[in-house]
């Protein structure tokens, strides 16, 4: 069974950047399954923010396309989220999360890392 | 972006009951929807996918329906494990964009 896990610092200062790191287990990145980040918001609105394909293209939410990047180390099998100039207002829950090709539907989620954006 | 509205914002019902959470989407999404249940401190967990197909391992109290741009997830006789929050996904274009979520309780 896929899972997946992120990691990284749970406090970030206004205008850094936020990075993010999912561990995937139980599968290779490289086949079959697409790669997404996706964040919960105070207030419960979910935003998907972009994915990594198998193949390593990747596909961004126009919202946030100036400053989002998502990259992978195929040898450590997992992946990465970089956010650039954060504010307040991206404190949220990240998850990373996996579907089928082709098939859009997120079955395989971490568990959440709580990130909060303040000085 | 596609926006997906979804009702109610709560509901409180009793053991037992039938409830039905509504998601209706701003255009035609084909059957590209997906329901999640949300636990508390938990990871969101794959309920329906394409509208109508229940996922593996989901009881069969749980029900998808709908097309165009209207669909709905019921829960047939509710248990006390089903209290959490429901929320749809569309996928039938980017980005992929998510209802508001229904917190569903025990009266």
């Known amino acids: 069974e896929i899972q997946l896990q992120e990691s990284g610092p749970g406090l970030v200062k206004p205008s850094q950047s936020l990075s993010l790191t999912c561990s995937v287990t139980?599968?290779?990145?490289?086949?079959?399954?697409?790669w997404s980040w996706i964040r919960k918001f105070p207030g419960n609105k979910m935003e998907w923010m972009g994915y990594?394909?198998?193949?390593?293209?990747?596909n961004y939410n126009p919202s946030l396309k100036s400053r989002i990047s998502i990259t992978r180390d195929t040898s450590k099998n997992q992946f990465f989220l970089q956010l650039n100039s954060v504010t307040t207002e991206d404190t949220a829950t990240y998850y990373c999360a996996s579907h089928l090709i082709l098939r859009a539907y997120f079955d395989y989620w971490g568990q959440g890392v709580m990130v909060t954006v303040s000085s | 972006d596609i926006q997906m509205t979804q009702s109610p914002a709560s509901l409180s019902a009793s053991l037992g009951e039938t409830v039905t959470i509504e998601c209706r989407a701003s255009e035609d999404i084909y059957n590209g929807l997906a329901w999640y249940q949300q636990k508390p401190g938990k990871s969101p967990q794959l309920l329906i996918y394409n509208a109508n197909s229940l996922h593996t391992g989901v009881p069969s109290r749980f029900s998808g329906s709908g097309s165009g741009t209207q669909y709905s997830l019921k829960i047939n006789s509710l248990q006390s494990e089903d209290v959490a929050s429901y929320f749809c996904q569309q996928y039938y274009d980017y980005p992929y964009t998510f209802g508001a979520g229904t917190k569903l309780e025990l009266k």
């Open positions: 990594i394909s198998y193949s390593g293209s990747t």
């Open positions: 139980g599968y290779t990145i490289t086949s079959g399954y697409d």
